[in-house]
């Protein structure tokens, strides 16, 4: 069940405010393995995710399976390429665990908007987490070797670690599982 003042705690946002954002906003739930988005389908919302872990992915021409981004708790997700151009999504988002999340459409987020400023300002922040979040992605995968990607993932969310099969993993660290291995290993000796 969405603890409401937990969220609005996490996106700063006080009861009022919190009960506005939920006039837009559907409770979702999904069971492990679920397919949230399809490859293909525009994506015309985003999505908080309040308990559980999400995967962004794609499979690519020659059948590989990429995982792109692994959001849990205190994330946002969706496709936010598909969400401001209103293109097709070339991702899938399948729910890793059992997951709650808030989803708000676009349409949704422009009404509080069209009512009161404060609105503009959230989506911009909401803009701005997006943003880091992949600068951030990038940054690991460019500038980071497969150890220390490891290690800020476990920082980040060390219940992914436990939870999500290793193949997700090492896709999403960009190695293989074999190497997944070897690095758990030596950081547990």
């Not at 962004?56 to 981004?69: E, H, K, M, P, R």
């Not at 205190?74 to 729910?95: N, T, V």
Request: net charge positive; with cysteine.
């Amino acid at each position: 069940m969405i603890n409401e003042s937990e969220v609005a705690a996490r996106l700063e946002l006080s009861n009022s405010r919190m009960k506005e954002f939920m006039s837009v906003t559907t409770v979702r739930r999904y069971r492990k393995n679920d397919l949230i988005v399809q490859q293909g389908v525009t994506c015309d919302w985003l999505g908080y995710v309040s308990e559980g872990a999400i995967r962004t992915y794609c499979i690519t021409d020659d059948g590989a399976d990429v995982s792109f981004l692994l959001q849990v708790n205190g994330d946002f997700f969706g496709d936010y390429e598909s969400f401001i151009s209103g293109k097709p999504s070339d991702f899938r988002l399948e729910a890793m665990l059992d997951t709650e999340v808030l989803v708000f459409h676009k349409a949704g987020l422009q009404q509080l908007i069209d009512r009161d400023l404060f609105w503009l300002h959230f989506s911009k922040k909401t803009a701005d987490i997006v943003f880091l979040d992949a600068k951030r992605r990038i940054k690991e995968l460019l500038f980071y070797n497969p150890e220390q990607r490891y290690h800020n993932l476990l920082q980040k969310s060390p219940e992914i670690i436990r939870k999500i099969p290793q193949k997700y993993i090492s896709s999403y660290l960009g190695i293989t599982p074999q190497s997944l291995s070897r690095i758990r290993k030596r950081i547990t000796n």
